[in-house]
T-cell receptor, first 110, second 113 residues
Framework: RKEVEQDPGPFNVPEGATVAFNCTYSNSASQSFFWYRQDCRKEPKLLMSVYSSGNEDGRFTAQLNRASQYISLLIRDSKLSDSATYLC???????????FGAGTTVTVRA | EAGVAQSPRYKIIEKRQSVAFWCNPI?????LYWYQQILGQGPKLLIQFQNNGVVDDSQLPKDRFSAERLKGVDSTLKIQPAKLEDSAVYLC???????????FGQGTRLTVV
């Protein structure tokens, strides 16, 4: 089983719609969780860290479910500029590494 | 604050040739990562340094790949000899301390023909 698994999509949504997707992780000892955004042919950039209580940053909401070992990202009121690949990143402290999922592609259409 | 610098941006080589990539992390960042990203996939960690020591190189194909981080600052990743399946983007990232946010360079796009 892969360390981090994501629904690859693509999620094709109209402007203004809400889109949500999950990421599952295999190691229950995982402690830190992040969502990165990667635009086409660009480097990944941190979108938000995911805290145990869940957190919100404008139109973006991230949640963590430790019991079921998944994190989610919800985008409200989608903009054309939200079109990108969203990478789920998980850390296991004992491994000292950040493990990336394959990414979920979101396309927002006018 | 200057970001992570990588060079070259693009490289095309023939199989069995050698190639080297260079990375200069953000000043003061102790942790440096090299990732390989094949088209359509997420980044895969090749090697992680903490200062000039290797923390994890379990996924580095050591028969052909090597990396060093002399003096705990900049780093080089070498492939010798290259194979067709090495065609990918090689991303360097750094962070101030693990496991905080990792900042990525623009990457080197390698094409092996």
């Amino acid at each position: 089983r892969k360390e981090v698994e994501q629904d690859p999509g693509p999620f094709n949504v109209p402007e203004g719609a809400t889109v949500a997707f999950n990421c599952t992780y295999s190691n229950s000892a995982s402690q830190s969780f992040f969502w990165y955004r990667q635009d086409c042919r660009k480097e990944p950039k941190l979108l938000m860290s995911v805290y145990s209580s869940g957190n919100e940053d404008g139109r973006f909401t991230a949640q963590l479910n430790r019991a079921s070992q998944y994190i989610s990202l919800l985008i409200r009121d989608s903009k054309l500029s939200d079109s990108a690949t969203y990478l789920c990143v998980v850390n296991v402290p004992s491994d000292y590494k950040l493990s990336f999922g394959a990414g979920t592609t979101v396309t927002v259409r006018a | 604050e200057a970001g992570v610098a990588q060079s070259p941006r693009y490289k095309i080589i023939e199989k069995r040739q050698s190639v080297a990539f260079w990375c200069n992390p953000i000043s003061g960042h102790a942790t440096l990562y090299w990732y390989q990203q094949i088209l359509g996939q997420g980044p895969k960690l090749l090697i992680q340094f903490q200062n000039n020591g290797v923390v994890d190189d379990s996924q580095l194909p050591k028969d052909r790949f090597s990396a060093e981080r002399l003096k705990g600052v900049d780093s080089t990743l070498k492939i010798q000899p290259a194979k067709l399946e090495d065609s990918a983007v090689y991303l360097c990232a750094s962070s101030s301390r693990f496991p905080t946010e990792a900042f990525f360079g623009q990457g080197t796009r390698l094409t092996v023909v």
